[in-house]
């Protein structure tokens, strides 16, 4: 039997595994109006990001918690999921499996239906998406472009020959360090406005990469930031939240496929700020100042305000930044034909992959200048 999104009303789930699918599914229950109560996301593989709002439990660790059931959403490894939830004492009747047609959700229990139900849904998905292909083809070539696209173009090679400093919110940061850099044309991300409040300094632009932290972070963003300040957000952040008023937004791409262009889409990396760069890249910026990207969560405090994030596992985050490592070589070598200069003036920290300088030598203040 087949079953709409009503008959997740007033049930307490879990959504496994922890993929866009499940986000995807997440948001569209929010936007749904049912009555559920969502606990956490489940996934044997997945560590957890730094930024994330939920904890990604371990199949394991969910015998203990009061749930009605669990989602799995995997068109391809539902059955070896659902085989791997049933050898740990979860109830077959609590494993349900959300299959995402169109811009729908349709749920059942069995996996002969599930599986006839995808056969239908990859027969036809195909076909409109090369409908939907070719009608973005003929947009793209010509005059139309939507609103916030045209936008997005004015900022294409906007700040040629010019130089930018990206933010991380790493523990050498100081309130100090951001206010030399009011006259800088800046970059910053996730819970940076957490320690504004004792100062007049604002970015020039500003990020969230991560769809659980933007929906963490969506009420703060909305309200705090003002014209000083434009947000540039990855479309896949529309998979928990609603659009941020005034903000652009961009399509993201496998790193692979993409060469640094938000009209064309753009690998967002595995942490924000590698997001950040690829934003400037796009503006056109030589130089680029990287501030507050210790890479150091071994440290007592992995951010520069104190309970900006209540992440007490250090070895999973250890582990999510050697893929933090991995990217910025790779984006080191992808920019040597492009005449790009990105330097680290962070204090300290541990990440070497590009050329050291002194943050203080290079950011005067206003009565040096003059």
Not at 124 to 129: A, D
Not at 343 to 369: M, S
Request: glycine share 4%.
């Amino acid at each position: 039997m087949l079953y709409s999104s009503s008959f997740i009303d007033k049930k307490k789930i879990l959504l496994c595994p922890y993929n866009n699918l499940s986000l995807k599914l997440k948001s569209f229950l929010n936007k749904s109006g049912v009555d559920y109560q969502f606990l956490d996301f489940v996934d044997s593989e997945k560590v957890l990001d730094c930024n994330m709002k939920y904890k990604v439990l371990r199949p394991q660790n969910i015998l203990d918690i009061d749930f009605d059931c669990i989602i799995v959403s995997s068109p391809n490894y539902f059955s070896s999921i659902s085989n791997d939830l049933e050898k740990i004492g979860v109830e077959k009747h609590k494993i349900l499996f959300a299959s995402h047609i169109s811009c729908y959700f349709i749920f059942c229990r069995s996996k002969q239906i599930y599986s006839l139900v995808q056969y239908f849904n990859d027969f036809f998905s195909p076909k409109v998406k090369l409908i939907s292909y070719f009608f973005r083809l003929l947009i793209k070539n010509t005059w139309i472009l939507n609103v916030n696209d045209k936008k997005l173009k004015k900022y294409r090679n906007k700040y040629q020959e010019q130089r930018c400093f990206i933010i991380g919110n790493g523990p050498s940061l100081t309130i100090k360090d951001l206010e030399k850099l009011s006259g800088e044309v800046t970059f910053a991300a996730n819970g940076i406005f957490f320690g504004l409040d004792s100062t007049q300094f604002r970015p020039t632009y500003y990020s969230v990469c991560d769809p659980i932290g933007m929906e963490d972070l969506y009420d703060s963003v909305s309200n705090f930031f003002d014209n000083r300040t434009i947000m540039l957000f990855p479309k896949n952040v529309l998979l928990t939240t609603y659009k941020v008023k005034n903000a652009l937004y961009y399509d993201c791409k496998p790193e692979n496929k993409t060469n640094f262009d938000l009209l064309e889409g753009i690998y967002t990396g595995n942490t924000v700020s590698y997001n950040l760069i690829s934003l400037a890249i796009y503006m056109g910026f030589k130089d680029i100042y990287l501030i507050g990207l210790d890479f150091n969560f071994t440290a007592k405090q992995s951010h520069f305000i104190k309970n900006y994030l209540n992440f007490n596992n250090k070895d999973a985050a250890t582990k999510e930044v050697l893929t933090w490592f991995d990217d910025f070589k790779k984006l080191n070598m992808r920019i040597q034909d492009k005449k790009i200069n990105i330097y680290n003036a962070t204090r300290g920290g541990k990440l070497d992959i590009f050329p050291r300088v002194d943050f203080d030598q290079i950011v005067k203040t206003v009565d040096e200048q003059s």
